[in-house]
């Protein structure tokens, strides 16, 4: 069962192959005897899967026309779960159980999803390689001395050890992209502005977004139908109107233009990535679609920028965990001024810190038009660089990230190191656009990722060129053993 | 990008950080390895570029300025350690 696509399992579900029961139960089975291995998910909610599960059996043996009832689903533990606690990765939520659901979670369980726990994550979603998470770090299913990826590396590795068919994620600098190109799985990143952010925990509200994992194309537009909505709640929520993501999927790439970004094929991209990723143009020319080069000049800049903008929304967004209202409050606290400062000191790791003290200084007296504007002006600078592209190609390609994934400790002592792994997929943020993470080849035994990048709104078209892609080649396929 | 100590000092102070005397040594030069890094948007030329605040410059959505949700006071302040009569209660602020 854990091998069939969601789409497969959709189908088995609806001919009665198996009911939505046996399929949780399976999947249950398989996160107790993997999750003490790899760490992916930080809380089961094994009676209340099994509890929606029969749900769904009478539902699909009644006239329940959801194409998701019945499927299981981990949740990143940045959404809001009404009674079931949600962490986000920290000491500072160790104890929060929200009352309500994030409208991502309503949409899925209102779609007649089972949740089946919810996902390790990098403290407040900051991180590249899950170690900042309070609950220890998610070990990758491919080789468990590697790092997942993150934020979102309890999802990816859940998807990758086939714990879930599915998982949420958000994506605020590659979140979603890396995390599925590390574990080997497939991760859209949507348009900003086309998933609800309402109660999901903000880290950079500007850039935040949220998407499905999955093993494939199909399974991520399957997800994606249930997940995108317009919300009164998120006043960045765009009202478009219903579309079916998985219309078009099957449509032939021939003449398609694809951009190849020369600065994404330079500097410190590993030689062997670059030759997985040629591998995959190779297959979308003999698909019939066109390579064209183009620039993206501005690209070495989307990482300086970033670590301004990302930490200066970030350093407003954590001002609300304040020891009070939720969250870690600190023993005997000797003043107001004391309670929030130790409070905060103890809730937050050391990365949280870091960009908080990042994020405020670049905002404080004196420093904000040097950085914060500047970061800005780049930011719009980084936005036209992609709109003369798209005024010449229908997506961009590239890899995913420089390199495969790399061992626990490699890169944690050094910040600016961490930071530099999302260079080719933090502009995308930057500018709002959709991205997602296919599955590649490998390098070494570990898996590599080919990310594709749309214009604004252009999920359909990124998607179609996926599963085309996934149709002629089986790297989404391939599952790690299992590890002991 | 140099700091001073007192520089550390002080962004605790602004971000409400309780920061350890032993560890602003640490802190420091990692906040000034970000911020090399950060500097580098110096040497982009920026002139006549407008600011770029959000993927959705200028849209806002607005509602009707009506009520719609529910008060869930009860259901938020279960939250708290320390509520009293509908108050969160803080230690002494006045002396």
């Avoid at chain 1, 951009?259 to 143009?281: C, H, Q, R, W």
């Avoid at chain 1, 959709?434 to 898996?447: A, R």
């Amino acid at each position: 069962m854990h091998d069939m696509s969601i789409a497969s399992q959709i189908k088995a579900l609806k001919t009665r192959e198996f009911s939505s029961a046996e399929l949780t139960q399976h999947y249950l089975d398989r996160i107790k005897r993997l999750n003490p291995i790899l760490n992916a998910l930080i809380t089961v909610t094994e009676e209340k899967a099994l509890d929606s599960a029969k749900k769904a059996d009478r539902a699909l043996n009644g006239d329940n026309n959801n194409e998701l009832c019945g499927i299981p689903i981990v949740h990143k533990d940045i959404f809001c779960t009404q009674g079931v606690r949600t962490s986000c990765g920290s000491k500072m939520l160790n104890d929060f159980v929200p009352p309500y659901d994030a409208t991502v979670v309503k949409n899925l369980a209102e779609a007649g999803t089972i949740m089946l726990g919810k996902a390790n994550m990098d403290e407040f979603a900051m991180g590249s390689s899950n170690e900042t998470s309070f609950y220890g770090s998610v070990k990758n299913p491919w080789d468990i001395s590697r790092v997942p990826g993150g934020s979102s590396g309890g999802s990816a590795a859940a998807v990758a050890a086939r714990m879930t068919p599915a998982a949420t994620a958000t994506d605020t600098g590659g979140s979603i992209r890396q995390p599925a190109a590390l574990c080997g799985v497939t991760g859209l990143k949507p348009t900003y502005g086309l998933i609800s952010r309402w109660g999901m925990i903000a880290f950079a509200s500007s850039l935040d977004q949220g998407g499905p994992i999955a093993r494939t194309a199909e399974d991520c537009a399957i997800l994606l139908n249930a997940m995108a909505s317009f919300d009164h709640r998120d006043s960045t929520s765009l009202r478009l109107p219903e579309k079916n993501y998985k219309d078009g999927i099957n449509r032939p790439i021939s003449g398609c233009k694809i951009g190849i970004p020369k600065e994404y094929f330079t500097g410190s991209l590993n030689p062997n990535v670059e030759a997985t990723v040629f591998d995959m143009l190779k297959v979308l020319t003999d698909l019939g679609a066109k390579l064209v080069d183009i620039s993206l000049p501005n690209t070495k800049l989307s990482v300086p920028s970033y670590y301004v903008i990302a930490p200066a929304e970030a350093s407003a967004n954590l001002a609300r965990f304040d020891g009070i209202r939720y969250g870690h409050r600190c023993e005997n606290p000797k003043s107001l001024e004391d309670l929030y400062c130790r409070s905060r000191a103890e809730g937050f790791g050391e990365e949280v810190q870091r960009r908080i003290l990042i994020g405020t200084y670049c905002l404080s007296a004196g420093y904000h038009d040097a950085y914060y504007r500047k970061a800005q002006q780049v930011r719009n600078l980084i936005k036209q660089d992609f709109t003369k592209s798209f005024s010449k190609v229908d997506v961009i390609v590239s890899p995913t990230c420089p390199a495969p994934a790399f061992k626990f400790g490699e890169k944690s002592d050094d910040p600016v190191k961490m930071y530099l792994e999302d260079i080719y997929t933090i502009a995308t943020n930057l500018a709002g656009l959709p991205g997602m993470s296919i599955p590649c080849g490998f390098v070494d035994q570990n898996p590599v990722g080919f990310q594709l990048i749309g214009d604004y709104l252009q999920e359909t078209r990124i998607l179609n060129i996926a599963h085309c892609i996934q149709r002629e080649t089986d790297w989404h396929k391939l599952s790690p053993e299992e590890p002991s | 990008m140099k700091l001073k100590r007192d520089d550390v000092t002080q962004l605790g102070i602004l971000a409400k950080l309780a920061i350890d005397e032993n560890t602003i040594n640490d802190i420091k030069s990692r906040l000034e390895n970000v911020l090399e890094l950060v500097n580098q948007l110096q040497t982009a030329d920026t002139v006549n570029i407008d600011p770029m605040a959000h993927p959705q410059q200028g849209f806002q959505a607005l509602r009707e300025d009506q009520i719609t949700e529910e008060n869930d006071q009860k259901a938020f302040q279960k939250l708290s350690k320390d509520v009293q009569n509908g108050l969160y209660l803080v230690p002494k602020v006045i002396e």
